[in-house]
């Protein structure tokens, strides 16, 4: 019972700073402390959002799907390159201090590289995606897979198991909640990234939009435009949640006892 | 010629000799004990009987065949159950089955008619974090009886629980090993455990260890708890005591 209530307060807290953080931001706007053009108030933000909100479905469909393959391409990419670096110990000494590098290229920089390359669809967007979002988890799977108990793999051999059987009896399922951590940062990384990606180039999507309505200087809409994103990066890492949940079953049910 | 026969077995590290010219023989059907003390050797033995290691010199031969580090025909159970914490408990102890390419469904089933024998009846679909100490130790156990080809090697299987589950434990395993006569080589520092349990007992002791005395426990099976009370009992722990003292 008490935690229970514990919980909703949980809950509480933080919408009721959101709500102080609205309330201080409207009687900025409102009381005109803030001149309208520089920052447009929350109503008129939330009026843009709701008037522009099917003409932002359209542009989110397309971000999503650069997202989505972008993260699903990023996580085969990741498992690869994760399962190699386990099984060849010289290829992890060779790539891990690269991978590590790679991760700072700034996103900005090589954006417009990739769409000189690959052009104005949704290759370089998809590219982009694969960049930011494959290194969160390949370092989640390598470093559950380093996790696995040497006398597990020792018992595994005991019983005649070879390499591969290892491989999925044990180290796939003990590498799990570090797979899933890095997914959850990679899924808020891909429609951001997405989205940049947009920026330098393309026909559609969220950040075309967002370019444009900046370019018109229709402050409102880009504030819409960034709640968007935000509220879709969100629902994207629920999903991720929701997918870890259905896959470690244990999980569920050791915290069930705990409490 | 035994069943098992640990013949002239030697094995060092960083040119550090850990055991040296090590003899043993089990039984068909035996319980025997190797009892050492902490730094003797213990554990390097066991990898090298369960072919995880292949020992510098000496030989491993079960049934006529030479085994000498070849995992595969010795299972094992260690202190820590290893119960994988994401497989049911039926599945983990099935793994033996299923890694030798039985089909999951043929797997549960074969596992599952022995989880009552074995008093683990109706934990097969929980997970191992849902089950108190003995409980997972019982599911360890019955996963070593079906990885194993005639021999189970058990190293301090009851030495991580608690007084009291321990001693409920140990009448469980005299109970269950009337039933499926494992031969089995049990490793402990545990001299009433080893006295309790095992038809010998070796004494592993010395650096580089070695075996340095046999013991036989000459006291009819089925045995219960009350052997321990008896005055009998405490003539073959005073032997023991002073044999491990003498070396």
């Given at each position: 019972?008490?935690?229970?209530?514990?919980?909703t307060?949980?809950?509480?807290?933080?919408?009721?700073?959101?709500?102080?953080?609205?309330?201080?931001w409207l009687?900025?706007?409102?009381?005109?402390?803030?001149?309208?053009?520089?920052?447009?108030?929350?109503?008129?933000?939330?009026?843009?959002?709701?008037?522009?909100?099917?003409?932002?479905?359209?542009?989110?469909?397309?971000?999503?799907?650069?997202?989505?393959?972008?993260?699903?391409?990023?996580?085969?990419?990741?498992?690869?390159?994760?399962?190699?670096?386990?099984?060849?110990q010289?290829?992890?000494?060779?790539?891990?201090?690269?991978?590590?590098?790679?991760?700072?290229?700034?996103?900005?920089?090589?954006?417009?590289?990739?769409?000189?390359?690959?052009?104005?669809?949704?290759?370089?967007?998809?590219?982009?995606?694969?960049?930011?979002?494959?290194?969160?988890?390949?370092?989640?799977?390598?470093?559950?897979?380093?996790?696995?108990?040497?006398?597990?793999?020792n018992?595994?051999?005991?019983?005649?198991?070879?390499?591969?059987?290892?491989?999925?009896i044990?180290?796939?399922?003990?590498?799990?909640?570090?797979?899933?951590?890095?997914?959850?940062?990679?899924?808020?990384y891909?429609?951001?990234?997405?989205?940049?990606?947009?920026?330098?180039?393309?026909?559609?999507?969220?950040?075309v939009?967002?370019?444009?309505?900046?370019?018109?200087?229709?402050f409102?809409?880009?504030?819409?435009?960034?709640?968007?994103?935000?509220?879709?990066?969100?629902?994207?890492?629920?999903?991720?949640?929701?997918?870890?949940?259905?896959?470690?079953?244990?999980?569920?049910?050791?915290?069930?006892?705990?409490? | 010629?035994?069943?098992?026969?640990?013949?002239?077995?030697?094995?060092?590290?960083?040119?550090?000799?850990?055991?040296?010219?090590?003899?043993?023989?089990?039984?068909?059907?035996?319980?025997?004990?190797?009892?050492?003390?902490?730094?003797s050797?213990?554990?390097?033995?066991?990898?090298a009987?369960?072919?995880?290691?292949?020992?510098?010199?000496?030989?491993?031969?079960?049934?006529g065949?030479?085994i000498?580090?070849?995992p595969?025909?010795?299972?094992?159970?260690?202190?820590?159950?290893?119960?994988?914490p994401?497989?049911?408990?039926?599945?983990?102890?099935?793994?033996?089955?299923?890694?030798?390419?039985?089909?999951?469904?043929?797997?549960?089933?074969k596992?599952?008619?022995?989880?009552?024998?074995?008093?683990?009846?109706?934990?097969?679909?929980?997970?191992?974090?849902?089950?108190?100490?003995?409980?997972?130790?019982?599911?360890?156990?019955?996963r070593?009886?079906?990885?194993?080809?005639?021999?189970?090697?058990?190293?301090?299987?009851?030495?991580?629980?608690?007084?009291?589950?321990?001693?409920?434990?140990?009448?469980?395993?005299l109970?269950?090993?009337?039933?499926?006569?494992?031969?089995?080589?049990?490793?402990?520092?545990?001299?009433?455990?080893?006295?309790l349990?095992?038809?010998?007992?070796?004494?592993?002791?010395?650096?580089?260890?070695?075996?340095?005395?046999?013991?036989?426990?000459?006291?009819?099976?089925?045995?219960?708890?009350?052997?321990?009370?008896?005055?009998?009992?405490?003539?073959?722990k005073?032997?023991?005591?002073?044999?491990?003292?003498?070396?």
């Amino acid at each position: 019972m008490k935690r229970k209530l514990q919980n909703t307060t949980y809950k509480v807290a933080p919408l009721l700073a959101l709500a102080v953080i609205v309330g201080i931001w409207l009687f900025v706007c409102e009381g005109e402390i803030v001149p309208a053009f520089m920052l447009p108030s929350p109503v008129d933000v939330f009026t843009a959002f709701v008037n522009d909100f099917p003409l932002l479905l359209t542009h989110a469909q397309i971000t999503l799907q650069e997202a989505l393959y972008g993260l699903l391409i990023g996580i085969a990419f990741a498992f690869i390159i994760a399962s190699l670096m386990d099984r060849f110990q010289f290829l992890y000494n060779a790539f891990y201090p690269l991978l590590v590098l790679s991760q700072t290229i700034p996103t900005v920089a090589i954006a417009p590289l990739l769409v000189l390359w690959m052009g104005f669809e949704m290759a370089p967007k998809i590219t982009l995606v694969v960049i930011t979002t494959f290194f969160p988890i390949t370092i989640g799977l390598l470093d559950g897979f380093k996790s696995v108990d040497k006398d597990q793999v020792n018992l595994m051999r005991s019983m005649k198991a070879n390499r591969f059987q290892t491989f999925y009896i044990v180290k796939i399922p003990t590498a799990l909640p570090s797979f899933f951590a890095g997914l959850k940062i990679s899924a808020s990384y891909a429609i951001v990234g997405a989205v940049i990606a947009e920026w330098l180039g393309g026909f559609e999507g969220l950040g075309v939009y967002m370019t444009r309505v900046k370019k018109a200087y229709a402050f409102d809409k880009m504030f819409a435009v960034i709640i968007f994103i935000c509220i879709i990066s969100l629902l994207l890492i629920l999903l991720v949640a929701l997918i870890q949940r259905l896959a470690m079953p244990w999980l569920r049910r050791t915290k069930q006892k705990i409490n | 010629m035994s069943f098992l026969e640990v013949k002239n077995v030697t094995k060092s590290f960083d040119n550090k000799t850990i055991i040296k010219d090590v003899n043993l023989h089990l039984e068909k059907g035996e319980i025997v004990s190797l009892l050492g003390i902490s730094g003797s050797g213990k554990t390097t033995l066991f990898n090298a009987i369960s072919g995880i290691s292949t020992p510098d010199s000496g030989k491993i031969i079960l049934d006529g065949k030479d085994i000498t580090g070849k995992p595969g025909s010795i299972s094992y159970m260690l202190q820590k159950d290893m119960l994988f914490p994401f497989r049911k408990i039926v599945d983990n102890v099935a793994l033996p089955l299923t890694v030798s390419g039985v089909s999951k469904k043929e797997a549960r089933k074969k596992a599952s008619a022995l989880f009552e024998e074995f008093g683990l009846e109706g934990t097969q679909m929980q997970y191992p974090d849902e089950l108190s100490g003995g409980m997972r130790q019982r599911a360890a156990l019955l996963r070593t009886y079906l990885a194993s080809k005639g021999v189970a090697l058990l190293d301090e299987p009851f030495s991580a629980l608690d007084t009291i589950t321990k001693s409920s434990m140990h009448k469980w395993y005299l109970d269950i090993m009337e039933k499926i006569k494992l031969s089995t080589l049990f490793i402990t520092h545990d001299i009433d455990e080893a006295i309790l349990l095992s038809d010998r007992i070796y004494i592993l002791s010395g650096v580089p260890g070695n075996i340095t005395d046999e013991i036989v426990i000459d006291e009819k099976k089925p045995r219960s708890n009350d052997f321990a009370l008896t005055e009998k009992f405490l003539e073959y722990k005073k032997l023991v005591v002073e044999k491990i003292a003498f070396t």
